[in-house]
């Protein structure tokens, strides 16, 4: 026995103290032999080695206090330990959330052609995770609040008037209440996923991060739109990626009359069957208007994705307009003038010939004029010799 009761504390508080650390070993140790020949037990260990190590080493200092030789202070260091085992309890929890969401993210990958349900999962993941991390930390808070005797004693009260604050509560942050409703609406109902390519206020770019309050749009100029979550559940807006990333595209050309439709479709399909950002699905040339002096040359080509589509429709229109410029020159559009003189001033003007009548519906012939009286019930005049005669 000890007689000294500091070195007795002593002892118990190095006793606890290696314990731990041969508990964590130990741990981390069974955990790397139990999945061997697999990569989520390095993952495990990196995320939740050190709060793990935190816990159990607060653990056992907490268990050494039983040896604590001055009751005066006893109080307020277990009030201490309590406070710094709950922290490191919501460090580690939060650290297997972590774990888990990266292991789930790991599985989906976005950056393959076929990323529909991929980004689901990520999108609802990624929301999951930030979820539970924000009720880890306001339990904790709450828990490190009722560790404190004037905390507990007025939580009768709290709850007796929890109604009219959650109401006053409820009024005073609705549109945050309201943000945070409509980010889980589009998570859960699918309207919305990360990497979704969207055109939102004339806008296009893909969706770089979906948060409890607002959207982050990455601009194919690299800006960043920042929205918020009630905008997309209450405005219209375009989703590309909604059903598959397959898209069509147009290209339009004004060319002129002289233009051969038949000779342009078979430089298409030599141009698209050259690149492989076409995806082999359409490939279509028309004429859709002729109006105007121009001819209107539409052609709908097909891609895997948004990106490759404006890359496509680029390159198709750079080699019909260069094919248009070196084999059908005469296609190209032009305007047509009529230049004329202006006559001098005070030069006399050729009178013009006389028009001569020509046969009309009414006019001009004998049938006509016989329709014309049909028409207007014109009465014949009888000559006065036909009448004596007659």
Do not use: K
Not at 190 to 209: K, M, T
Not at 261 to 268: D, F, G, V
């Amino acid at each position: 026995m000890v007689d000294n009761p500091w070195l007795a504390f002593a002892l118990t508080l190095a006793i606890s103290v290696v314990a731990a650390l041969v508990f964590t070993a130990l741990v981390a140790l069974t955990v790397r032999l139990f999945a061997r020949r697999r990569q989520w037990p390095e993952r495990l260990i990196l995320r939740a080695r050190r709060p793990f190590r935190v816990v159990v080493l607060l653990v056992g200092i907490w268990i050494s206090l039983t040896a604590w030789p001055d009751a005066a202070w006893l109080d307020a260091i277990n009030q201490l330990l309590t406070i710094a085992v709950i922290v490191a309890s919501a460090w580690l929890l939060g650290a297997l959330v972590a774990f888990t969401t990266d292991m789930t993210l790991g599985r989906h990958r976005i950056d393959v052609p076929d990323n529909r349900v991929a980004r689901r999962i990520r999108t609802q993941t990624l929301v999951v995770r930030r979820l539970a991390l924000v009720l880890i930390v306001i339990i904790a808070i709450g828990a490190i609040l009722l560790t404190f005797p004037a905390v507990r004693a007025v939580g009768a009260s709290v709850l007796a008037s929890a109604g009219i604050a959650s109401i006053v509560a409820g009024l005073a942050a609705q549109s945050v209440l309201a943000n945070i409703f409509a980010g889980l609406q589009l998570v859960f109902s699918e309207a919305l996923r990360v990497d979704d390519v969207v055109v939102v206020e004339g806008e296009w770019g893909r969706v770089g991060d979906i948060t409890l309050s607002y959207v982050v749009l990455n601009l194919w100029d690299e800006r960043r739109l920042v929205l918020p979550c009630t905008y997309f559940t209450t405005q219209p807006f375009q989703n590309w990626t909604r059903q598959g990333s397959e898209l069509l595209g147009a290209v339009e050309l004004d060319v002129d009359w002289r233009v051969s439709p038949s000779r342009m479709r078979e430089h298409l399909d030599e141009v698209i069957h050259r690149t492989d950002m076409w995806d082999g699905r359409t490939a279509v040339l028309q004429v859709t208007e002729a109006t105007g002096g121009l001819v209107r040359v539409r052609i709908l080509v097909t891609a895997s994705d948004a990106p490759t589509l404006f890359d496509l429709r680029c390159y198709v229109r750079e080699a019909m307009v260069t094919w248009l410029q070196h084999e059908m020159p005469d296609a190209l559009p032009v305007q047509r003038v009529l230049l004329t003189e202006p006559e001098p001033a005070g030069a006399p003007h050729a009178p013009h010939p006389a028009a001569e009548p020509g046969e009309g519906l009414f006019t001009g012939s004998v049938e006509a004029q016989e329709r014309a009286s049909a028409f207007t019930n014109a009465i014949p005049v009888v000559d006065t010799d036909e009448r004596r005669n007659g």
